[in-house]
């Protein structure tokens, strides 16, 4: 009931009319379940609690679908039996703890699989019974009793094998390993159920390893693996100056949307050069290095001076269109994500691709044309072209969150920075606010004062972005 794993939730189809109509007057929606994980009759739908800015998640069912992972392959036809015994405990509307103790068993052996049975039948220390199935065990036997397990059973006795689930629990509760027994009671009862199954058994088989297949991180380098957006995916974009908090920010709304959601970070700043980037600037150093060494004995202006000095701004503008390449390649990568329906975050923007007025050649943006000017050769020029281009591919987010922090402020949170570089940034971002305000280039912005405290803020981030999911 605190929220930290997904409440289950059984509704009748009688009622799926109304039960919906409550969920869009709380602002719980719905969404994708993950690749994978979608199941006949079963719905996903997230809440947001306005006060502690917590996700929670509701899982839907409109009948009992459940077995193994991936597949879930059996429809019991209890519904009527769960809804018609259900009691007030705990606050909630909850099933008869016989009923549930009932259908838990039947999870857990439709879950049993064969490798479980080698940590049965060898010395692990694990079981195939998990240690939250077995707590989950004993507090339900803590509110009923055998006699009324049996009852219960005897009146399902056409649907449900009664000794089967009582043999089973006989042995659950003695915490020992089972050896072949679980093993034989799933096959059992995978057999008894045969009626009940959506597809045959050899097809269940292939969907779960395909499943499997599929989640192997050398096919994907990120596979998803959450519950993405109905809508489509969206991608945001945090800007500020220094000392806004954009890092820390972008983390803390990744974990608070990963919880559930597909999400992933892109970082387009400069500070995560790829080793192609690193190595062009271990060069423009060491030929940085060797021309000083060489103008204090030639001359700066020298003819060995110069032709110097021409290989060290090459590498260095080729360092430049690596970084940009390296951007333009995680663009991409967010991108595809996004289309997928996942929440892509970006730390950092290249701001020429949302004004290239205003961020030419400032706060990771191209460079090369802003140093030469109109004064290079023609290989710089060439590279200066190639930096642009890939800039130029790279659009506006569809959200640009604005962390909007006073030069005051930033400079108590960095104050080993320059003040008036701190000042420039500042103002440049507060241009950017107003661009986006005035949608002159259609821009759709979050604006946030990054002067207050972290918490608010993030609370604010994250009422903001429920907005939009």
């Not at 993950?34 to 006060?51: I, M, S």
């Not at 908090?245 to 500070?271: E, I, P, R």
């Not at 080993?416 to 420039?424: F, G, Y």
């Amino acid at each position: 009931m605190r929220g930290e794993t997904d409440l289950d939730l059984l509704v009748g189809r009688e009622q799926i009319t109304v039960f919906r109509q409550i969920l869009h007057e709380q602002d719980i929606k719905p969404f994708h379940a993950a690749p994978g994980r979608h199941y006949p009759a079963v719905e996903n739908y997230l809440g947001f609690d306005e006060t502690t800015g917590r996700l929670f998640h509701l899982h839907v069912h409109y009948q009992l679908v459940l077995g193994e992972q991936f597949v879930k392959n059996y429809r019991l036809p209890l519904e009527d039996q769960f809804l018609d015994s259900v009691q007030q405990r705990h606050g909630a509307r909850l099933p008869a703890p016989e009923l549930e103790i009932i259908i838990l068993s039947i999870r857990i052996l439709l879950k049993y699989r064969d490798r479980d049975l080698l940590r049965d039948i060898l010395p692990f220390r694990s079981t195939g019974i998990s240690t939250s199935f077995r707590k989950e065990i004993d507090w339900l036997l803590a509110q009923t009793n055998r006699e009324r397990i049996e009852q219960i059973l005897s009146e399902l006795s056409e649907t449900i094998p009664g000794d089967l689930i009582l043999t089973f629990l006989d042995h659950a509760v003695t915490g020992r390993k089972a050896g072949f027994k679980l093993f034989f009671l799933r096959n059992r009862l995978r057999r008894t159920l045969s009626l009940y199954q959506r597809t045959n058994p050899f097809a269940a088989v292939l969907r779960y390893f395909g499943e499997m297949w599929e989640r192997r991180k050398f096919l994907r380098s990120s596979p998803i693996t959450r519950m993405t957006l109905p809508a489509g995916g969206l991608t945001l974009a945090l800007i500020g100056a220094d000392g806004a908090g954009k890092s820390t920010m972008c983390k803390a709304l990744a974990k608070w949307s990963s919880w559930k959601l597909d999400t992933h970070v892109y970082y387009l700043g400069s500070k995560l050069p790829s080793a192609r980037s690193k190595f062009l600037y271990f060069v423009f150093r060491m030929i940085r290095r060797g021309h000083r060494l060489l103008a204090g004995v030639f001359g700066e202006r020298s003819f060995v001076g110069k032709q110097v000095a021409g290989f060290r701004d090459f590498f260095l503008y080729w360092h430049y269109l690596s970084l940009a390449q390296d951007r333009y390649q995680r663009y991409l990568a967010g991108m595809k994500k996004s289309m997928a329906g996942s929440v892509v975050i970006f730390d950092r923007y290249p701001l020429e691709s949302i004004d290239p007025q205003i961020g030419f050649g400032r706060m990771d943006g191209s460079k090369i044309a802003a140093i030469i000017g109109g004064n290079g050769g023609r290989v710089a020029q060439r590279l200066a072209s190639a930096e642009k281009a890939l800039y130029e591919k790279i659009r506006p987010p569809e959200y640009l969150v604005i962390l909007d922090v006073s030069p005051e402020i930033s400079f108590q949170r960095k104050p080993d920075h320059q003040r008036d570089v701190l000042k420039a940034k500042s103002q440049l971002i507060g241009q950017l606010s107003a661009l986006a305000e005035s949608e002159a280039r259609g821009l759709r912005r979050i604006y946030l004062n990054a002067d207050m405290p972290f918490e608010e803020v993030f609370l604010q981030l994250k009422k903001k972005v429920w907005g939009l999911l």
